[in-house]
């Protein structure tokens, strides 16, 4: 079952970074780097990879807490103790503290996940600085 989950997550990353890929090998930038006479292996890693990254780096930083909670499904089964199933145990004990709390874990780690992600950004791209 966990392995199911990994794939379905995985699946869905290999089509936007398949997509975004697609769309950077028709680039300018691209065909200049072909016309130099670079090949074709360079092209694709050291022009064409770093720039179809940004959309998918940015998107692993959102869906952060959603990996660390885990599968619900996952959860229930193996009987691990993870964040989603605590925080639905406490909505359906009407526990207003424990939820809350839970859900501010949840939003502390979104936001420890968008920084790590334009922080990858950054380093991927020196053209994404603070300015």
Not at 4 to 20: D, E, P, Q, T
Not at 63 to 71: F, I, K, Q, T
Not at 93 to 122: H, K, M, P, R, V
Request: cysteine-free; aromatic content about 6%; overall charge neutral.
């Amino acid at each position: 079952m966990f392995v199911i989950s990994i794939f379905g997550g995985l699946a869905y990353n290999l089509r936007v970074m398949r997509g975004n890929l697609i769309a950077v090998l028709r680039s300018q930038y691209v065909e200049t780097a072909r016309a130099k006479g670079l090949s074709e292996r360079t092209v694709i890693m050291r022009h064409a990879v770093p720039n179809a990254l940004h959309p998918l780096v940015a998107y692993q930083g959102v869906v952060l807490p959603y990996m660390l909670a885990g599968e619900i499904e996952v959860a229930i089964v193996l009987t691990i103790p993870t964040v989603v199933p605590l925080m639905v145990d406490s909505m359906l004990d009407q526990d207003i503290y424990e939820t809350a709390t839970t859900l501010l874990l949840l939003a502390a780690i979104l936001l420890i996940g968008n920084l790590l992600a334009d922080i990858t950004l950054a380093w991927l791209d020196p053209r994404v600085r603070l300015a």
